[in-house]
């Protein structure tokens, strides 16, 4: 069973670069089909989706955010990354990171998510 964990600080000031990073367990981010997203869901509104490195290592991210967005990969520590950059209050929210599977079209793991505050 597959098991991901996110990890980063929990207040950024604005202006500056969020950083997360998912650890996984139980399974490799270079098996084929999976893709390796992230996904937030700011206060009182629904998720949104970021992006993500597939298998391959490619990535894909949402137009909205694709000018301030980076999705990267370790693959020897099995773990892949979210760099955000140039803040503000409006990017505060739960962050999860969640893996989607190709043939059944949904993302069938998900971390707890970990709440990031955009504040001075």
């Known amino acids: 069973q597959v098991q991901l964990q996110e990890s980063g600080p929990g207040l950024v000031k604005p202006s500056q670069t969020l950083s997360l990073t998912c650890n996984v367990s139980?399974?490799?981010?270079?098996?084929?089909?999976?893709?390796w997203s992230w996904i937030r869901q700011p206060p009182g509104k629904g998720l949104e989706w970021i992006g993500y490195?597939?298998?391959?290592?490619?990535?894909y991210y949402s137009p909205s955010l694709k000018s301030r967005t980076s999705i990267s990969r370790d693959t020897s520590k099995n773990q892949f990354t979210l760099q955000l950059s140039s803040v503000t209050p409006e990017d505060t929210a739960v962050y999860y990171c969640?893996?989607?599977?190709?043939?059944?079209?949904?993302?069938?793991?998900w971390g707890q998510g970990t709440q990031v505050t955009v504040s001075s």
């Open positions: 969640a893996r989607y599977r190709e043939w059944a079209a949904d993302f069938g793991s």
């Open positions: 139980g399974g490799s981010i270079t098996t084929n089909y999976y893709y």
């Open positions: 490195i597939a298998y391959s290592g490619s990535t």
